[in-house]
């Protein structure tokens, strides 16, 4: 912030972001229910939303409300429709890229495969590409475009926005926003995926009714997003919620190493890398399981055995699910989430995969009468991520930040 607190800029700005978040989430709201909810006088509502239909243009008059006795109330409404951010989910396997208006409508969408031993300079090439063709595909005024937002993998210190270490891509201080921002000319946002597809939640799917819960991230890795009281919790320098890369306290943990160079990480065992290596290094020990006659192991192809009956695919997802469970209890014991929000890829393996994770939590989560802390599925699916890094882009939008 520009102005120091008790400014009359300062306490104008607060105002206004509160006025324009109250219009958003109303949908249309007159002038004077903004004034009654708000506390603030006729005057200063009048002022602020004069401001935002002309001089920030986010919202927009829409109509005239029935009287009810005196002069006919103004409606208002959150100006989304013409103003646009770019969302970038920029995978392991492939990057995913949208454009949508403020309103979380996507415009145009294209999804790029990539390959595991590409390096950052050829992927960067490729989100370059894929965000050039999302723009000609949608045909809408670059000026009008707020910002692009990105979720990756890996270790973001969000005091320099460098990503340290991704485990994952095996990047080692890289800097995703400077080179977008120098091509597009427009303010890029990076964060870590699982923080982002928890904003995205929060924004786009059980934020509408719950402020506290985490969102766990089971794809190529494993990862978190904490959501206190409304807010993304990062820890001191941007880096928690690093599930994936807790070790493994059990006596069947057989010292397998990790990406982060650690060993025995819930990452190892549980996420989808995990599961498709553990499976191709077991199969040696069971000749009889289906998984032999596949031409390709990957997660997906180990829940359909498993679903099926093979030994071994169910007794590596059944691993999997015990570790989650016994993972997830940990962190809701320690920071007390109003609910659990399960996401990413690997959650799609079945019901089978889902209940087994939700009876070793349920295990092991400290239970008081009183308390239920509840273990969801996210409402984002594969969209989680991608519209997550929508939504870093309009938080500042509402924040008056850019």
């Given at each position: 912030?520009?102005?120091?607190?008790?400014?009359?800029?300062?306490?104008?700005?607060?105002?206004?972001?509160?006025?324009l978040?109250?219009i958003?989430?109303?949908?249309?709201?007159?002038?004077a229910?903004?004034?009654?909810?708000?506390?603030?006088?006729?005057?200063?509502?009048?002022?602020?939303?004069?401001?935002?239909?002309?001089k920030?243009k986010?919202?927009?008059?829409v109509?005239?409300?029935?009287?009810?006795?005196?002069?006919?109330?103004?409606?208002?409404?959150?100006?989304?429709?013409?103003?646009?951010?770019?969302?970038?989910d920029?995978?392991?396997?492939?990057i995913?890229?949208?454009?949508?208006n403020l309103?979380?409508?996507?415009?145009a969408?294209?999804?790029?495969?990539t390959?595991?031993?590409?390096?950052f300079?050829?992927?960067l090439?490729?989100?370059?590409?894929?965000?050039?063709?999302?723009?000609?595909?949608s045909?809408?005024?670059?000026?009008?475009?707020y910002?692009?937002?990105?979720?990756?993998?890996?270790?973001?210190?969000k005091?320099?926005?460098?990503?340290?270490?991704s485990p994952n891509?095996?990047?080692?201080?890289?800097?995703?926003?400077?080179p977008l921002?120098?091509?597009?000319?427009?303010?890029?946002?990076?964060?870590?995926?699982?923080?982002?597809?928890?904003?995205?939640?929060?924004?786009?799917?059980?934020?509408?009714?719950?402020?506290?819960f985490?969102?766990?991230?089971?794809?190529y890795g494993?990862?978190?997003?904490?959501?206190?009281?409304?807010?993304?919790?990062?820890?001191?320098?941007?880096?928690?919620?690093?599930?994936?890369?807790?070790?493994?306290s059990?006596?069947?943990?057989?010292?397998?190493?990790?990406s982060?160079?650690?060993?025995?990480?819930?990452?190892?065992?549980s996420?989808?890398?995990?599961?498709?290596?553990?499976?191709?290094?077991?199969?040696?020990?069971?000749?009889?399981?289906?998984?032999?006659?596949l031409?390709?192991?990957?997660?997906?192809?180990?829940?359909?055995?498993?679903?099926?009956?093979?030994?071994?695919?169910?007794?590596?997802?059944?691993?999997?699910?015990?570790?989650?469970?016994?993972?997830?209890?940990?962190?809701?014991?320690?920071?007390n989430?109003?609910?659990?929000?399960?996401?990413?890829?690997v959650?799609?393996?079945?019901?089978?995969?889902?209940?087994?994770?939700?009876?070793?939590?349920?295990?092991?989560?400290?239970?008081?009468?009183?308390?239920?802390?509840?273990?969801?599925?996210?409402?984002?699916?594969?969209?989680?991520?991608?519209?997550?890094?929508?939504?870093?882009?309009?938080?500042e939008v509402?924040?008056?930040?850019?």
């Amino acid at each position: 912030m520009n102005h120091p607190k008790g400014s009359a800029e300062y306490i104008n700005r607060l105002n206004k972001i509160k006025v324009l978040n109250l219009i958003r989430e109303s949908g249309s709201i007159s002038r004077a229910e903004i004034v009654k909810q708000t506390g603030l006088s006729a005057p200063t509502i009048t002022r602020i939303v004069d401001s935002l239909i002309n001089k920030e243009k986010l919202t927009s008059q829409v109509g005239i409300g029935e009287s009810k006795g005196g002069r006919p109330p103004v409606i208002v409404q959150f100006n989304g429709e013409d103003n646009y951010v770019i969302g970038i989910d920029w995978g392991r396997t492939h990057i995913y890229g949208v454009i949508s208006n403020l309103n979380g409508n996507s415009l145009a969408k294209l999804d790029v495969r990539t390959e595991v031993g590409d390096g950052f300079e050829t992927d960067l090439k490729r989100v370059i590409s894929l965000i050039e063709k999302l723009l000609h595909k949608s045909k809408i005024d670059k000026r009008k475009v707020y910002g692009i937002g990105v979720a990756a993998a890996g270790f973001i210190n969000k005091k320099t926005d460098i990503i340290e270490y991704s485990p994952n891509f095996k990047w080692k201080d890289v800097d995703i926003k400077k080179p977008l921002k120098e091509f597009f000319n427009v303010p890029v946002i990076v964060d870590n995926v699982s923080r982002v597809m928890a904003k995205g939640e929060l924004m786009y799917g059980i934020g509408d009714r719950c402020k506290d819960f985490i969102f766990i991230n089971i794809g190529y890795g494993i990862g978190s997003g904490i959501i206190m009281n409304g807010q993304a919790f990062y820890g001191f320098d941007g880096m928690a919620g690093e599930i994936g890369h807790n070790r493994i306290s059990d006596s069947s943990a057989g010292g397998l190493q990790c990406s982060c160079g650690k060993k025995d990480c819930l990452e190892c065992y549980s996420s989808g890398r995990g599961i498709a290596e553990m499976a191709m290094d077991k199969l040696k020990f069971y000749p009889n399981s289906s998984l032999n006659k596949l031409e390709k192991i990957s997660t997906q192809t180990i829940a359909i055995e498993a679903h099926k009956g093979d030994e071994l695919a169910l007794y590596i997802f059944n691993q999997a699910a015990d570790y989650l469970g016994l993972a997830i209890a940990s962190v809701a014991n320690i920071l007390n989430p109003a609910a659990i929000v399960l996401g990413g890829k690997v959650m799609k393996s079945g019901s089978f995969f889902t209940e087994r994770i939700r009876t070793v939590f349920n295990r092991e989560i400290i239970q008081q009468p009183n308390r239920n802390i509840e273990l969801l599925q996210s409402q984002l699916g594969n969209e989680a991520a991608v519209k997550g890094a929508v939504s870093l882009i309009l938080n500042e939008v509402l924040n008056f930040r850019v």
